[in-house]
């Protein structure tokens, strides 16, 4: 399956059913047909590439695409949800069941993973697979936030996902919040 974040800057009109859009503007996600005035963030989800269309017929590359195999006996979920970090939060070394694409909103985030130590910045976006464990540390001057899509088992559906990969970590205190936006089934 494809999983490719869109940016359309001015708005869009879609009538997909298989793409989570967010509303920067009002901070609400949505599956399927929607139509947004303003910046929006779009998942694609699919078998194959998709041109994306943006209002006024613009064609629009992705800011991310990524290929996640999902294995086809099991049920999956799509959820869109947003996190929000206090300066100086830190998600301890975790992981999650399934894969998804992330895009920071504002702020600052190291991510230190077995690919690396990276800092994105507003407007960037990075791929995490499932299992994949990572340190997230927020910026110490000021809120940091991202939004992203998951692809998950349908047995995590309602499910805390984050997974601390040290048990002492899942004690500590967590300044980090996470707001599910969106939890739907996974159409074939």
Avoid: N
Avoid at 50 to 75: C, I, M, N, S, T
Avoid at 109 to 130: C, K, M, N, Q
């Amino acid at each position: 399956m494809i999983l490719a974040l869109y940016e359309p800057p001015a708005g869009l009109v879609t009538e997909a059913r298989s793409q989570v859009v967010y509303d920067v503007g009002r901070g609400v996600a949505h599956l399927g047909p929607l139509r947004v005035e303003g910046p929006a963030l779009v998942w694609t989800l699919g078998a194959e590439d998709q041109d994306f269309v943006a209002q006024g017929h613009e064609v629009l590359e992705p800011a991310l695409r990524v290929e996640v195999e999902l294995d086809p006996r099991q049920e999956w979920v799509v959820r869109c949800d947003r996190i929000d970090f206090p300066p100086g939060g830190v998600a301890h070394r975790h992981v999650h069941p399934g894969p998804g694409v992330r895009r920071l909103l504002h702020g600052e985030l190291t991510i230190d993973s077995p690919d690396g130590v990276h800092t994105y910045r507003a407007g960037e976006a990075w791929f995490e697979g499932a299992e994949h464990p990572v340190l997230a540390i927020a910026s110490v001057k000021e809120d940091t936030a991202f939004v992203r899509v998951l692809l998950l088992p349908a047995e995590w559906a309602g499910k805390r996902t984050i997974r601390y990969l040290d048990p002492a970590d899942e004690k500590k205190p967590k300044l980090q919040r996470a707001t599910v936006l969106l939890e739907e089934p996974l159409s074939p």
